[in-house]
């Protein structure tokens, strides 16, 4: 299946000052894991490919290019006459990897193909639902509330940024708590990612929580390299938010935090890390949304 990508870099820093888009970006990144050179791109997704990362100043990478961003080698796989392509309908199928900030060829897309081969995915931290909800099916992060066309979607990590771990054997750990709090800037001093995560794969636990919106890249860094999240206030977030993520577990983690056992952690520990796996990949979140066409 042929597949036209479209997510403008431009426009997002025309809209929000930062290149990089953590739902994009991932989700663009699974989607070339599962449709190689089938998967199109209407314009460079420059903040996952290696190419464009010294032409792309800092102050533009939000969270310093950790985790989601310079992850491809290849070059982008942007066709040419694109206009033409839409019309004849060489693709099988549209994404619109962030309609917020790009709604680039939305005009010829919607007279060339029938609503069940355009999807629209709304990464933003708020609620609010794109218009396009009415006719097409979207996939929103900060779901609140169950509607009629719009699917849950979350965050991933990239399978090669899981730890290569035996947690189920040993736990080579020196600190109770990763130094890094969401809630205190002054504690965000890593300026490698090596670093930021050895921090996580030394500690016992790592603190994370909702901020503007309750996804966030910190939740699946924390456990996909072998650390227990503390999520404060997890049960409170909506049903239809965060569907991919070990909410149950959490729960479990925060009691284990207050009454700590070293031979309760072991297996805990391990099933947050099998559950990063099989459920948090931004290969399985490139499947999820391929399945829906």
């Avoid at 431009?10 to 994009?24: L, T």
């Avoid at 894991?33 to 460079?44: F, G």
């Avoid at 297996?267 to 290969?283: G, Q, R, V, W």
Wanted: neutral net charge.
């Amino acid at each position: 299946m042929k597949v036209l990508f479209v997510g403008n870099v431009d426009k997002s820093i025309k809209k929000y000052k930062y290149a990089n888009d953590y739902m994009r970006d991932l989700l663009y990144y699974g989607l070339v894991e599962n449709l190689s050179k089938d998967l199109y791109s209407s314009s460079a997704i420059r903040t996952v490919h290696t190419k464009y990362k010294n032409d792309t100043p800092d102050e533009l990478i939000w969270g310093k290019g950790f985790t989601a961003n310079w992850l491809l080698d290849t070059e982008p796989n942007v066709p040419d006459d694109i206009e033409n392509k839409i019309n004849d309908r060489y693709f099988d199928a549209v994404i619109y990897g962030d309609i917020r900030t790009s709604e680039d060829y939305i005009d010829i897309v919607t007279k060339a193909y029938p609503s069940n081969k355009i999807l629209i995915i709304d990464g933003r931290d708020d609620s609010m639902i794109s218009r396009y909800s009415e006719k097409y099916l979207t996939f929103k992060r900060e779901l609140a509330l169950r509607k009629n066309n719009v699917k849950p979607i979350s965050f991933a990590i990239p399978g090669c940024k899981i730890a290569k771990i035996d947690i189920d054997k040993s736990v080579d750990k020196v600190q109770f708590l990763a130094n890094s709090v969401p809630y205190n800037p002054r504690t965000f001093v890593f300026k490698r990612e090596e670093d930021y995560y050895d921090d996580y794969r030394k500690s016992f636990f790592g603190i994370t929580m909702k901020k503007d919106g309750w996804d966030c890249m910190r939740h699946y860094e924390i456990i996909a390299n072998g650390c227990v999240p503390i999520f404060f206030n997890i049960e409170n977030c909506p049903h239809f938010t965060l569907t991919s993520y070990p909410k149950e577990l959490c729960k479990e983690a925060f009691n284990l935090f207050k009454n700590f056992d070293f031979f309760q952690y072991i297996p805990l520990s391990a099933e947050f890390m099998n559950h990063c796996k099989t459920h948090n990949t931004t290969m399985i979140l490139g499947e999820y949304v391929l399945s829906h066409f």
